[in-house]
């Protein structure tokens, strides 16, 4: 199984992303694919999720109106499309797949993640 993240780089803030994860080695259709984000000094948080079917998503509110989670099914790919960045976004940004529920996801409770893709960095500059 691998999740091959890719799209980090270095934006002028109020700049735009798109981060791709392309996922491969089995079926994801019983898993909720996320994205993640590490800044230094910070735990990990979940910044968005999807479900695989596409039928439910969820960003957080600090990146609300600005981050879009997406998937393409046929390309096994699910994106993240960051507008408006803030110097606050930076940090290494990391696709994984969770087997919890959507109420957990909802809920920001902790849960555990089945597979995790190495992680890119996307550093503002203000």
């Known amino acids: 199984v691998q999740l091959q993240a890719s799209g980090g780089g270095l934006v002028q803030a109020g700049g735009s992303l798109r981060l791709s994860c392309a996922a491969s080695g089995r079926t994801f259709s019983n898993y909720i694919m996320e994205w993640r984000r590490q800044a230094p000094g910070q735990g990990r948080e979940v910044v968005a999720a999807?479900?695989?079917?596409?039928?439910?998503?969820y960003v957080r509110d600090s990146v609300k109106g600005r981050f879009t989670i997406s998937r393409d099914g046929a390309k096994n790919t699910v994106y993240l499309q960051m507008n408006s960045l803030k110097p606050e976004d930076t940090a290494v940004y990391y696709c994984?797949?969770?087997?919890?529920?959507?109420?957990?996801?909802?809920?920001?409770?902790?849960?555990?993640?089945?597979?995790w893709g190495k992680g890119t960095q996307v550093t503002v500059s203000s």
């Open positions: 994984a797949a969770a087997t919890t529920g959507w109420r957990a996801i909802v809920n920001e409770d902790y849960h555990d993640v089945a597979y």
């Open positions: 999807i479900s695989w079917s596409g039928g439910n998503t």
